[in-house]
């Protein structure tokens, strides 16, 4: 994912959408619609794409799934290196519905999950927006303890409940 992310190696999104739809237990069906958490503004003239856009629109390619672009991010620091407070409070109100919400069930996709917050509030929106059932999937999770920034036991008592 760091590669992909931070190196501009656009081919790797491929590998990891095989390797994330082996491992989910949950896959989005034939029709169903695909979304991802939206990058800024900032980080797409950065790097020139949203990496988890690449990787769901992968996703829809094999199982079926219609990608569509459904959220905007409004600005804002990154999340990048911030505690769970900080991720919270930094994102109140920085997604926003785009485009008409379809019926049925939504999928949404982020690369990385660390203390769920992101998919969270991109969820929130989805469901302001009128959507009927968001299903959350993250490609990758943020390890918990030595090392990292979350403590043993934060990630499940930031996300509980809110998360599918």
Not at 117 to 145: D, K, Q, W, Y
Request: aromatic letters at 4%; glycine letters at 10%.
């Amino acid at each position: 994912m760091i590669r992909l992310k931070y190196s501009g190696e656009r081919h790797l999104s491929a590998v990891l959408a095989e390797m994330a739809v082996a491992e989910w237990e949950r896959l989005p069906a034939k029709g169903e619609t695909v979304t991802c958490v939206p990058s800024s503004r900032r980080t797409l003239r950065k790097r020139g794409y949203n990496q988890v856009n690449l990787i769901a629109r992968r996703v829809c390619g094999l199982t079926g799934g219609r990608f569509t672009e459904l959220l905007a991010r409004n600005p804002g620091p990154s999340q990048v290196g911030l505690t769970a407070t900080e991720r919270r409070l930094n994102l109140s109100g920085v997604f926003r519905v785009s485009s008409k919400i379809p019926p049925g069930r939504i999928w949404l996709l982020d690369d990385v999950r660390a203390t769920g917050e992101t998919i969270a509030h991109a969820r929130l929106a989805l469901l302001g927006g009128g959507a009927s059932e968001v299903v959350c999937l993250a490609v990758n999770f943020r390890e918990t303890g030595a090392g990292s920034m979350l403590r043993p036991g934060e990630e499940e008592r930031e996300t509980a409940g809110r998360e599918e």
